[in-house]
């Protein structure tokens, strides 16, 4: 049974960190593109980040650049978004995802085969 769970959001304050894990089971890991997705009340869900197999190619959002980086354990089946300079903006509920696909990255979410559950992130100003 595939399984990602999400874990690490909370409250914290515009400037602050935080890192996010998402635990991975029932599926090989290191052979899924992983990514990133986020979801605020009243917009669409947004993609965040993506990282391949290996984890030497990544991709981000322009909203997040250089703030957030996306890397991934594979030993440990856990893939974590590192979160930096939050701004009220990232305030959404965070989501991973698991494609089975050959590519890089991928940023559209049509093309994750798998999803967590979700974690919410609140940045506060």
């Given amino acids: 049974q595939v399984q990602l769970v999400e874990s ?32 605020a009340p009243g917009k669409d869900r947004e993609f965040v980040a993506s990282i391949s197999w290996t984890g030497s190619i990544t991709e981000y959002a ?24 939050l701004k009220p903006e990232d305030t959404a509920v965070y989501y991973c995802a698991a494609s089975g696909l050959t590519r890089f990255t991928l940023t559209s979410a049509k093309n994750y085969n798998y999803w967590g559950q979700g974690t919410q992130v609140t940045v506060s100003s």
Avoid: E
């Fill in 62 to 85: 322009d909203s997040v650049k250089g703030r957030f980086t996306i890397p991934r354990d594979n030993a440990k089946n856990t893939l974590y978004l590192q979160m930096n300079s």
């Fill in 8 to 39: 690490g959001g909370r409250l914290v304050q515009a400037g602050g960190s935080l890192r996010l894990s998402c635990a991975a089971s029932g599926f090989t890991f290191r052979t899924y593109i992983m990514g990133w997705f986020r979801h």
